[in-house]
T-cell receptor, first 113, second 113 residues
Framework: DAGVIQSPRHEVTEMGQEVTLRCKPI?????LFWYRQTMMRGLELLIY????????DSGMPEDRFSAKMPNASFSTLKIQPSEPRDSAVYFC???????????FGPGTRLLVL | GENVEQHPSTLSVQEGDSAVIKCTYS??????FPWYKQELGKRPQLIID?????GEKKDQRIAVTLNKTAKHFSLHITETQPEDSAVYFC????????????FGKGTHLIIQP
């Protein structure tokens, strides 16, 4: 089992550029979560999907952030335009619907200059 | 929404001693309480969890206790070892299953040799 896969692992970009983060959940898992981790705010839920449908996006900081899940094995989190305050580690996690244990991916470390 | 408070933010103990980390939450409907361990530069990994119909759960040197009336739960690590050094996060899931987790701010546990 490969676990949750995220790409890229590291991303350095300049302010104003578009950033796309990618996630592949564990096969068979049908709930997917995006979290952001910073020193100041800790681990925060951004959005989650059940069966590819966004359920709660109240944690998405602003309109610059968008997330999609076109199929059961792929999700993207896009930031456009990016700003320095978006610098953080972005984690994707997955679980079985109705399940509770969330398995985290390795994260994407984003630095916006 | 749910509010999770975690204490202490830093805990230093002698190797072999016990460590206790405490969390409180606000939503009485919350029903799932996991603890995650995160080593530097790594992903959060589940170490133990407890559900609202259970008061205590043990797994070797690790235990979690839950007091639903007082809305607090604690992580207990006995016979601490150097590899226990990490940041520990408590989390809370609202009722209904497959919801996103609300995390505490984390406790940096330092095991002194």
């Amino acid at each position: 089992d490969a676990g949750v896969i995220q790409s890229p692992r590291h991303e350095v970009t300049e302010m104003g550029q578009e950033v796309t983060l990618r996630c592949k959940p564990i096969s068979g898992h049908n709930s997917l979560f995006w979290y952001r981790q910073t020193m100041m705010r800790g681990l925060e839920l951004l959005i989650y999907f059940n069966n590819n449908v966004p359920i709660d996006d109240s944690g998405m900081p602003e309109d610059r952030f968008s997330a999609k899940m076109p199929n059961a094995s792929f999700s993207t989190l896009k930031i456009q335009p990016s700003e320095p305050r978006d610098s953080a580690v972005y984690f994707c996690a997955s679980t079985l619907t109705g399940g509770e244990t969330q398995y985290f991916g390795p994260g994407t470390r984003l630095l916006v200059l | 929404g749910e509010n999770v408070e975690q204490h202490p933010s830093t805990l230093s103990v002698q190797e072999g001693d016990s460590a206790v980390i405490k969390c409180t939450y606000s939503d009485s409907a919350s029903n799932y309480f996991p603890w995650y361990k995160q080593e530097l530069g790594k992903r959060p990994q589940l170490i133990i969890d407890i559900r609202s119909n259970v008061g205590e759960k043990k797994d070797q040197r690790i235990a979690v206790t839950l007091n639903k009336t007082a809305k607090h739960f604690s992580l207990h690590i006995t016979e601490t070892q150097p590899e226990d050094s990490a940041v520990y996060f408590c989390a809370v899931m609202p009722g209904g299953g497959a919801d996103g987790l609300t995390f505490g701010k984390g406790t940096h546990l330092i095991i002194q040799p």
